[in-house]
């Protein structure tokens, strides 16, 4: 059974731009989560989706949005990218609310 | 929201020595994990614990919920035990939203 996937494992952006993050769940997995890592403020909660609905948010600006399709993939959108941003980008997944969760190997962005 | 604190922030070891870290959460939980997470990120599943004991290895795990704590146990440690170790937990009234640890830093030395 194939781990979480994410894609693009590596990127470098310049401040001001986008970035689109995505997440392919385990199979049969329907929550999809988002975290940031970063040295000063470790893990934080971004969002949390279940059959295609935001359940649960974090305390991070609107620039920072998601959505999950109907086949449970995920993705996550940052705009205007400010040097801050730069950070690992984490996604679980779990089949419900609960259960254990699997973390992908995570997707690091670099704003310069 | 729920709080998580874990100790020691940072542990010292000679390889083959025994350690004990712990996790204290400040409201109930339905879910609580235990993670490794490897040099190259990526946060790898120790246990499912919210509640009692269990084994793997030379690893081990007690979460006493109505205590509201943890336990990870590491005996006979290895180099390959490195690394930082998160305790996340997912509050009875957020479902879906785990709350990390500042996590511990383990460093076992041969």
């Known amino acids: 059974k194939a781990g979480v996937t994410q894609t693009p494992r590596y990127l470098i952006k310049t401040r001001g731009q986008q970035v689109t993050l995505s997440c392919s769940p385990i199979?049969?997995?329907?929550?999809v989560s988002w975290y940031q890592q970063t040295p000063g403020q470790g893990l934080q909660f971004l969002f949390e989706?279940?059959?295609?609905?935001?359940?649960n948010k974090g305390n991070f600006p609107g620039r920072f949005s998601g959505r999950q399709f109907s086949n449970s993939r995920s993705e996550m959108n940052v705009s205007t990218l400010e040097l801050g941003d730069s950070a690992l980008y984490l996604c679980?997944?779990?089949?419900?609310?609960?259960?254990?969760?699997?973390f992908g190997e995570g997707s690091w962005l670099t704003v310069v | 929201g729920i709080q998580v604190e874990q100790s020691p922030p940072d542990l010292i070891l000679q390889e083959g020595a025994n350690s004990t870290l712990r996790c204290n959460f400040s409201?109930?939980?339905?879910?609580l994990q235990w993670f490794h997470q490897n040099p190259w990120g990526q946060l790898i599943n120790l246990f499912y614990?919210?509640?009692g004991t269990k084994q793997n290895g030379r690893l081990s795990a007690t979460t006493v919920a109505t205590e509201r704590y943890s336990l990870l146990y590491i005996s006979s440690s290895q180099t390959t035990d490195s690394g930082v170790y998160f305790c996340?937990?997912?509050?009875?009234?957020?479902?879906?939203?785990?709350?990390f640890g500042d996590g511990t830093t383990l460093t076992v030395k041969p």
């Open positions: 199979s049969g997995h329907r929550s």
């Open positions: 679980a997944s779990s089949s419900t609310t609960g259960n254990t969760i699997y």
């Open positions: 989706y279940f059959s295609e609905t935001q359940r």
């Open positions: 614990i919210p509640s």
């Open positions: 996340a937990v997912e509050g009875n009234t957020n479902a879906g939203k785990s709350t």
């Open positions: 409201d109930s939980v339905n879910n």
